[in-house]
T-cell receptor, first 113, second 114 residues
Framework: AQSVTQLDSQVPVFEEAPVELRCNYS??????LFWYVQYPNQGLQLLLK????STLVKGINGFEAEFNKSQTSFHLRKPSVHISDTAEYFC???????????WGAGTKLIIKP | NAGVTQTPKFQVLKTGQSMTLQCAQD?????MYWYRQDPGMGLRLIYY???????DKGEVPNGYNVSRLNKREFSLRLESAAPSQTSVYFC?????????????FGNGTRLTVT
């Protein structure tokens, strides 16, 4: 069965420091990969997605993610975080055979001043 | 979030009461979804509708019913609410008719069952 694992439930980091949020998936078929962000008391919005092509994907707000097929990972990175990046981040996988997404449990990014 | 409107935003129910959560979209997309979000569990799919008049069960459908009467609206009904249904409920639509399309979410309904 397919699954998505976000290895950290919370990641505290100082403002202006770099951050990496980890995501691993298991699937025997081709997948599409997504990162969504949820700001407090809001719905989720798309941060970036990987469909095919270059394994380094750039998204909004300075975030990027790298698809690593051999390690089945899709880690999210930002070189310098800002207090406004405080949010919960969700990794998701879409199988190319139906319209359902498989979600990770989420990682809360906590920015320390 | 533009395009997906959920009502109400907040609701408190007593065990055994019923209610309907409403979701409406103005983006003319076919696929609509209901998720629940609980701390540490990510999003879990309750039901989805690939097109008007069709609905399918997701991961956690027990205790819920849905209705997709037209392309624009997809409602979620709790016939007899239980404390285990305390959660934040999100409606979402698929941005386009392809598996690699992102979802657009509403702002959620925060439900407490006492």
């Amino acid at each position: 069965a397919q699954s998505v694992t976000q290895l950290d439930s919370q990641v505290p980091v100082f403002e202006e420091a770099p951050v990496e949020l980890r995501c691993n998936y298991s699937s025997s078929v081709s997948v599409y990969l997504f990162w969504y962000v949820q700001y407090p008391n809001q719905g989720l919005q798309l941060l970036l997605k990987y469909l095919s092509g270059s394994t380094l994907v750039k998204g909004i707000n300075g975030f990027e993610a790298e698809f690593n097929k051999s390690q089945t990972s899709f880690h999210l990175r930002k070189p310098s975080v800002h207090i406004s990046d405080t949010a919960e981040y969700f990794c998701a996988v879409s199988l190319n055979s139906n319209y359902q997404l498989i979600w990770g449990a989420g990682t809360k990014l906590i920015i320390k001043p | 979030n533009a395009g997906v409107t959920q009502t109400p935003k907040f609701q408190v129910l007593k065990t055994g009461q019923s209610m309907t959560l409403q979701c409406a979209q103005d983006m003319n997309h076919n696929s609509m979804y209901w998720y629940r979000q609980d701390p540490g569990m990510g999003l879990r799919l309750i039901y989805y509708s690939a097109s008007e008049g069709t609905t399918d069960k997701g991961e956690v459908p027990n205790g819920y019913n849905v209705s997709r009467l037209n392309k624009r609206e997809f409602s979620l009904r709790l016939e007899s609410a239980a404390p285990s249904q305390t959660s934040v409920y999100f409606c979402a639509i698929l941005a386009a008719s392809s598996y690699n399309s992102p979802l657009h979410f509403g702002n959620g309904t925060r439900l407490t069952v006492t």
